[in-house]
C-alpha cells in the first residue's frame, strides 16, 4: 500500500469528532444518533440487525456538490453503478441529472430497470461479453469503453451483424501510479486494464476502419480512493497529449470518459474536493473543446450509507467486540484493510470510557475483523453500532458466506424512512438449489 497521502492523527477520531465531520449525523441526547431526521435506533429496533440504512439527502446534495464544481465544462456525471446499485439509489442519481457507467448485463438491465435512458449509458470492463455487447448495441446506449484490440473487433463483429453503428472510446492506460490500495489502482502499466498509451492511437486509426464501429473519443480510469490531484493531472496531461495527437492525424476526437476514483475521508482525512478536481479538469483539459464525462461512484453514495450491527458478546475483558454483522456484509476492512469509522448509537454509550478492543464478526476467519486496536466507548453486548461511510461498496459486495442471509436495506428521506429491501429469508438461500437424487439417501 503506497503511503497515505495525509498525516493520520493518533490515536482514533472520538465520537464527537467523526460525527462533526458527517453533516448527515447527530448525536440527539435522547434519541441518540441521527442520519438526518431519523433516529437509527428506530430503523434497527424495526428491522433488525444487521442493516444497511442509506441517507437520500446525502446523495443528492454530493451529486449537486459535483455538477456545480463542473459547471461551465461540459461535463456529465455518469454514476459508476458498482458502487451501490440498489434500484432506489440510481433513481435518486438519475432524478439528479445523472447517466449510468455500467460494467456488466445485470448493472445495465438495473440502470434502464431504473429508468435511465439507454443514451445515458456508458459500458466500462476488461472482459465484456459478446453477449453483453449486443445487448449494449441492441439498447443504443451512449458509448462503449474499449479496453483491447479484441474486445474492438468482437463489437465491430456484432455492430455489424446488427447493422448498426457503436460510438465508442478507447480506455487508454496513461501509466500513473494513483497512490491508492494496490488492489484498487487500475492505471498502471502492469495493470489489466485499458490499452497501453504507446499503442492508443493506431488503434485508434484502426477503429476508424472498422464495420459498425464510430470512435469518438478516450477514456481512462486510473483507480479508486484517490484523495491527491497529482495523478489525475498526471493522467489528464497525457490524455490530452493523446487527443492532440490523434487529431493532428486528422482523426476526430469529441469525447473524454475522465473516470471516477475520487476518494472520501473514512477517518478523519479530508475527503478529496470537487472543485479541486473540476480545477484539474479545466486545467489539463478546458481548452479542447470536449464532451467531458466524469464516473465517480464512492464520492457520491460512501458517506451516504452506514451499516447497523448489535453487539453479540465481549470476550477477554473487552479486548474482543464481537458484533452481529461480519465480513460477509461489508468486505472492505478484511479486503484492503479498509478503515471505516464505528460508533455507538445510543447517547449514553458515546459517552462511555474509551476502551481499546478488536472490533470483529462472528465468521470462522480472521480477517472477519472491522477494525483492530480501535479506541471506541466501550460498548458491551445488546449496545448498537453504526459502521460509517458504507454506502459505496458495501451491500453490493455482500455475500452469503457462513449461509447469512443479505442484511435488510432502509432509506432515509429528512425526517422519514422506508425499507427498500427486506431481510432475505432463510429458504432463499438454497432456493435455487438442487439436491439431485445421487447426491445420496
Ligand atoms: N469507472 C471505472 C471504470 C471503474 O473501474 C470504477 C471503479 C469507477 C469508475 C468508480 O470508482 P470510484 O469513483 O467508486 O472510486 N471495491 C473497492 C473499489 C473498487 C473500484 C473499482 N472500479 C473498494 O471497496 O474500495
Known sequence: MAEPAYALNEPDPSVQELIAARPQLRMDAQAGLMLDGVPLARIAAE?????????AETMRTRLHALQDALGGLNADVHYAVKANDHLAVLRIFAAGGAGADVVSEGELRRARQAGIPASHIVFSGVGKTVRELTLAVTEGIAQVNIESPAELDMLSAVASRLGRVMPVVLRINPDVDAGTHAKITTGKADNKFGIPFDDAADLYAYAATLPGIA?????????????????YRAAYQRAAELVRGLRERGLAVERLDCGGGIGIGYRDEPGASPTGFAGVLRATLGNLGLKLMVEPGRWLVGPAGVLLSEVVLTKGDGRFVVLDAAMNDLIRPAMYDAYHAIVPISPVDALAPVRQSDIVGPICETGDTFARSRRLPAVEAGALVAILDAGAYGAVMSSAYNARPAAPIALVDGDRWTTI????????????EIVPDFSGG
Open 47 to 55: 428491522l433488525g440487525t444487521p442493516a444497511w440504512v442509506y441517507s
Open 215 to 231: 470512435p469518438v473519443g478516450l477514456a481512462l480510469h486510473i483507480g479508486s480512493q484517490i484523495l491527491t490531484l497529482a495523478p
Open 421 to 432: 429491501r427486506a431481510r432475505q429469508s432463510y429458504e432463499a438461500l438454497w432456493t435455487n
